[in-house]
């Protein structure tokens, strides 16, 4: 199927590894043009390096931003112009307790989750709804409607995008601009494999038995029965960000591999 992608530049946060990056190589498959970012330099070029090693023919670049720091997301909004779509993927996680986060813990991660879609969005849906056309998609998770108890700040950051994005939606009416979420399930990521690696060598396992063994304990219930690969929570950002996907607007997607038990 042709997405009517070529030629949209498209810009998406935290797209080094994971969800991200493979967003990135859909559409450079799709002969969009492509700028990534990561908070590392080096990470940075490399991932850039790899893309366009897959992509020779593609337009790809990347910009270094730690979405932690005020000053370096300045300087990329300054850099962004003519941004056809807009993924709001950058994020980070960790485990703890409600009775171990400090007020700081809620701060940054809701700094890092929330604002960065805030501040992309403020700078880009005004210059996509001049032009009448543009998407923005916010890669949330099914853990802001079934918030996890040892990540409840977490789940709050997510649950707090899918809002952004339903309000911001309202601001596109009478235009071809949309802005929409896609709810992911539980991905198999670096950051996750990294994991699995270790606890299956602690407990002298193989990863796959591992993995099976975490999907059983954590999502018993999961329809998929197994982890989701970063390329099928791209597939859907890539389709809503093409022409073709114009009446989804305001919407959260679910790709969570029916782990949500809600109708």
């Known amino acids: 199927m042709n997405l009517k992608l070529e030629g949209k530049r498209a810009f998406i946060s935290g797209s080094t590894q994971g969800?991200?990056?493979?967003?990135?190589?859909?559409?450079?498959?799709?002969?969009?043009?492509?700028?990534?970012?990561?908070r590392n330099e080096e990470k940075t070029k490399l991932a850039v390096q790899k893309l366009q090693t897959e992509f020779p023919e593609a337009k790809v670049s990347g910009i270094k931003a730690d979405f932690g720091n005020k000053d370096e997301v300045a300087t990329l909004l300054n850099k962004l112009t003519?941004?056809?779509?807009?993924?709001?993927?950058?994020?980070?996680?960790?485990?703890?307790?409600?009775?171990?986060?400090?007020?700081?813990?809620?701060?940054?991660?809701?700094?890092?989750?929330?604002?960065?879609?805030?501040?992309?969005?403020?700078?880009?849906?005004?210059?996509?709804?001049?032009?009448?056309?543009?998407?923005?998609?916010?890669?949330?998770?099914?853990?802001?409607?079934?918030?996890?108890?040892?990540?409840?700040?977490?789940?709050?950051?997510?649950?707090?995008?899918?809002?952004?994005?339903?309000?911001?939606?309202?601001?596109?009416?009478?235009?071809?601009?949309?802005?929409?979420?896609?709810?992911?399930?539980p991905t198999y990521s670096e950051g996750v494999a990294s994991a699995v690696e270790q606890i299956a060598s602690i407990q002298n396992l193989e990863v796959d038995q591992m993995k099976n063994i975490i999907v059983q304990q954590t999502n018993p219930h999961s329809l998929l029965q197994r982890f989701i690969h970063p390329s099928e929570i791209a597939s859907l950002a890539v389709y809503l960000s093409s022409p073709l996907a114009i009446a989804t607007n305001g919407a959260s997607l679910r790709a969570d591999g029916g782990v949500l038990k809600t109708i």
Do not use: C
């Not at 859909?26 to 492509?34: G, M, N, P």
């Not at 701060?107 to 929330?114: A, S, T």
């Open 19 to 38: 969800i991200g990056f493979a967003i990135a190589q859909q559409f450079l498959a799709e002969k969009a043009e492509v700028i990534i970012n990561g």
């Open 82 to 185: 003519d941004i056809d779509i807009l993924i709001n993927n950058v994020g980070i996680f960790d485990l703890k307790n409600l009775a171990d986060l400090e007020d700081e813990d809620w701060y940054k991660i809701f700094e890092i989750n929330v604002m960065s879609a805030v501040r992309l969005s403020k700078k880009l849906l005004p210059q996509m709804l001049e032009k009448k056309t543009g998407r923005i998609i916010f890669i949330s998770s099914e853990s802001g409607v079934n918030i996890p108890q040892n990540m409840i700040h977490y789940g709050m950051t997510k649950a707090a995008m899918s809002a952004v994005s339903n309000g911001l939606s309202k601001l596109t009416i009478g235009t071809e601009v949309t802005v929409n979420t896609i709810l992911g399930g």
